[in-house]
């Protein structure tokens, strides 16, 4: 079958597929404390019609499929939907995005089920500050399940994220590049994003990743590591091999000419940058009883529309039409 193309000639091979809309914690970047209608479970994608999507896009070259919400491991049953997953052809990896607060008792019916790697939000390593960021006092679940994960060498790398926010993250980076030489994590610092559902995003308030390898260096020197060229990461080993880092860079240094993502919202709605301001739906379609080809048509229709890059630092910049938790990580 033909790749799947947009119309500056990328190849679309990865998909991150929300699950839900629904989260345990409001973190400060992402959700209000209070408010937020969640989404009518009528609205939200059965697995089946999860499934079937995923199948269709596979047989377009989609070969890495994320899981994320959202928090993805509050939906029932999510190890069902991985087996499902796990099973259609041309998915070669798949894995999810979470913060990590029920994976002590879910990791291993994960990777029983086919999950390949795991991302775990992680912003501090206090309780203190780790509360005032989530709105939950969670920090010892949240090691616990990664604790838990560290059992099943099937699930790596496993990545920890850590949202920098500028007058915060400082103060957190030496026990996190810590954590990384010590555990079997790759520690990743990801800048702020305008995604945020109180919209408070200020470009003043991103922590860039150089200034974060900067205050790393202080103490351990960092040597850059090869990386494939639509990875969003730039790759770090600790000099004496202790260790990686990663920094995630969308707003200092965009990746946007290398981008083959696109994303299926927990409504079914295909967006084809994080920042989209438009919204394809395949929901309705899907459930009016359209053929795979009908499908293929629509996706392969908002694939040509992908935009060129997210121009968060041009001026005009029109922030994304929903925030992450609703679009999905």
């Known amino acids: 079958m033909e790749p799947l193309v947009d119309s500056w000639g990328r190849a679309i091979e990865s998909l ?11 973190c400060t970047y992402c959700m209000p404390a209070e408010g937020l209608e969640w989404l009518p479970k009528r609205e939200v994608l059965s697995f089946e019609e999860i499934e079937r ?18 928090e993805p491991l509050v939906r029932r049953d999510l190890p069902e939907l991985v087996r499902m997953l796990a099973a259609v052809p041309g998915v070669e990896d798949l894995s999810l995005t979470t913060n990590g607060v029920l994976l002590d008792r879910l990791a291993g019916p994960l990777v029983a089920a086919g999950l390949k790697r795991i991302n775990v939000s992680l912003d501090s390593l206090s309780h203190v500050r780790f509360t005032e960021l989530t709105r ?18 099937e699930l790596r790398p496993i990545k920890v994220n850590c949202v920098a926010l500028k007058g915060f993250t400082e103060e957190e980076v030496p026990a996190l590049a810590e954590l990384a030489r010590r555990k079997p994590y790759v520690v990743r610092f990801i800048e702020f994003m305008p995604l945020d559902a109180d919209e408070v995003w200020r470009e003043d308030r991103v922590l860039t990743g150089a200034e974060i390898r900067a205050l790393i260096e202080e103490r351990w020197p960092l040597v850059e590591l090869p990386a494939a060229q639509s990875s969003t990461a730039r790759r770090f080993r600790f000099a004496d091999g202790a260790g990686e880092i990663g920094f995630v860079n969308p707003v200092s240094e965009p990746f946007c000419s290398a981008c ?13 940058c994080l920042f989209s301001r438009r919204e394809w739906d395949l929901k309705g379609p899907l459930r009016a009883g359209a053929s795979d080809e009908e499908l293929e048509r629509h996706i392969r229709f908002a694939v040509r529309h992908k935009e060129l890059k997210h121009r968060i630092s041009d001026p005009g910049f029109v922030r994304a039409s929903r925030s992450m938790s609703q679009i999905g990580g």
Not at 16 to 26: A, E, G, L
Not at 260 to 272: E, K, M, V
């Open 16 to 26: 991150r597929v929300s699950v839900t809309d629904k989260c345990n914690f409001r």
């Open 53 to 70: 999507l995923v199948r269709v896009l596979a047989r377009m070259g989609v070969r890495e499929v994320r899981l994320t919400g959202g």
């Open 136 to 153: 939950r006092d969670a920090l010892d679940q949240v090691l616990r399940g990664l604790e838990e994960a560290e059992h099943y060498p």
């Open 260 to 272: 083959d993502r696109i994303r299926l919202t927990a409504d079914g709605q295909l967006r084809t």
